[in-house]
């Protein structure tokens, strides 16, 4: 006896529901054996139809549903309820990509393959690329990231926690009240989120981009450019990752009303035009980005900034590149811990790779191929561990020494802990150590094992943002 059937159909984007009502008068050209009237004409009529046509109308609707779906899945996807709260928040940002690319990318992909087992290797003794770069679905599994860090800010899990934000609008109109899809938005929010891109873009901020707590930017799968206005500002919070971006011709901005959370924007007075700035924030993890021509620093972590880790960048075209520290007068300072690993410090550089002060840093398995007055500096007692780098002098006879202690008498210097352990020097390059020679001394600045020096060019080889594309690994 059938009055009325719902058929329910789902996929993983979207559900769909068919409901048929089905209500039959008697007729008198079905036979007596398959209809059944009710005896009063205000009775609900009851029809028994044979099992075979039951069969042919669920098939029909069925069908029609997948055909339906399969029609409309694209663009149900903002829709969908794995959207919890915007449309640019999802559970899997492979959700938003392209399906036809995805099919030519595995087309290329099965006609290009050539490795066979225990022929390829990826591992490149860089213990962040081989943690996560050996798998070519890397882009399945963006998050395994986070669990590949190293030295002081291995601690870094960013927007692990939360879920995706694809950033579809380059645009940055509103610097207090930002248009959804945008970078500015994804970073304001008050909840974890892993931020990657659907395109490349090119992102001009007017303003700086405050990025608030958990937030992983990733620039990976995409040619993404923030250029040419306000660059990035992690203030005052902790547990952010900035991987996979060209971050260049960064300007001076402020005096201008800015948003930094969901709940709160105010007044910005005039931003030094550095990349990244990190102010009085923990758990940091800077890796594999492309940095130069900005109007101060390329990176600067000030205010009691630590846990920090710059790793796997590549620095080129700039004056003051890393400063760690503000002032000789702010004690905070003192409990300062940055690792700077794996990084190549390129052509056109001058100095501050790093300038530190207070606190404790382990230089360890950098690439320095250029500088023009020093490569790294201090003031006000820092503790520098320097091993397994590769220091090539430039050709200027008066720029051959690595150190500088800037604006300090010897006789003060002569205190600090400085030491070059395992370093390559080339060119006539030298490293003027200084205070404690036992490893005990530079225990609160040593955060990795490092590696040989006659490795840091395999290792550093690609540093910077690199060409990822999904469904191959990720490499230069």
């Known amino acids: 006896y059938l009055q009325a059937h719902t058929f329910t159909v789902f996929n993983s984007h979207s559900s769909l529901s068919l409901s048929l009502s089905l209500s039959l008068l008697c007729s008198h050209s079905l036979g007596p054996q398959q209809r059944l009237c009710s005896a009063s004409a205000s009775a609900t009529p009851m029809v028994v139809l044979p099992t075979w046509i039951l069969a042919m109308m669920c098939l029909f609707f069925f069908v029609g549903a997948m055909e339906n779906i ?177 971050i260049h011709d960064c300007r001076p901005t402020g005096n201008a009303m800015v948003r930094s959370s969901e709940t709160h924007f105010g007044w910005r007075t ?81 100095q501050r790779m790093p300038r530190c002060r207070h606190g404790y840093f382990h230089v360890v398995n950098n690439d320095y191929t250029h500088w023009e007055m020093y490569a790294i500096g201090g003031s006000a007692g820092p503790t520098i561990n320097s091993q397994g780098n590769r220091y090539a002098a430039p050709k200027n006879p008066f720029a051959k020494e690595v150190t500088k202690r800037v604006e300090t008498p010897a006789s003060h210097w002569k205190g600090w802990n400085w030491r070059s352990e395992g370093d390559l020097l080339q060119n006539g390059a030298y490293f003027t150590s200084s205070g404690a020679a036992a490893s005990g001394s530079y225990a609160r600045a040593s955060s990795l094992a490092a590696k040989s020096s006659s490795l840091v060019g395999t290792i550093t080889s690609d540093a910077g943002a690199l060409p990822c594309r999904r469904g191959r690994q990720c490499s230069s």
């Open 270 to 350: 005039m931003a030094d035009g550095d990349a990244i700035s990190i102010f009085g924030s923990s758990h940091v993890w800077i890796d594999h980005n492309s940095l130069s021509h900005c109007a101060d620093g390329l990176v600067d972590a000030v205010m009691g900034s630590t846990a920090i880790t710059i790793s796997n960048n590549h620095m080129t075209h700039h004056n003051e590149v890393i400063l760690l520290g503000h002032s000789d007068s702010y004690m905070r300072d003192k409990a300062m811990q940055v690792t700077i690993a794996y990084n190549h410090f390129g052509v056109g550089l001058i």
């Open 70 to 246: 399969t029609d409309n899945k694209i663009s149900s996807l903002s829709r969908s309820d794995d959207v919890e709260w915007n449309k640019h928040a999802v559970t899997n940002p492979d959700e938003v990509a392209d399906e036809v690319f995805a099919l030519v990318e595995m087309s290329v992909r099965n006609h290009t393959e050539r490795r066979k087992l225990g022929y390829f290797t990826c591992g490149t003794g860089n213990p962040i690329d081989d943690c996560w770069r050996c798998d070519r679905n890397w882009h399945k599994n963006r998050k395994r990231l986070a669990d590949c860090g190293i030295g002081f800010g291995r601690n870094a899990i960013g927007g692990r926690d939360g879920r995706f934000y694809v950033v579809t609008d380059p645009r940055d109109d509103d610097a207090v009240n930002p248009r959804p899809g945008t970078l500015r938005h994804a970073v304001i929010q008050d909840r974890p989120l892993w931020i990657v891109f659907k395109r490349d873009m090119v992102i001009q901020l007017k303003q700086e981009l405050i990025v608030n707590s958990f937030k992983t930017i990733d620039g990976r799968g995409a040619n993404v450019h923030i250029a040419n206005g306000g660059c990035i500002t992690i203030q005052y919070v902790t547990n952010v990752i900035v991987h996979g971006l060209h």
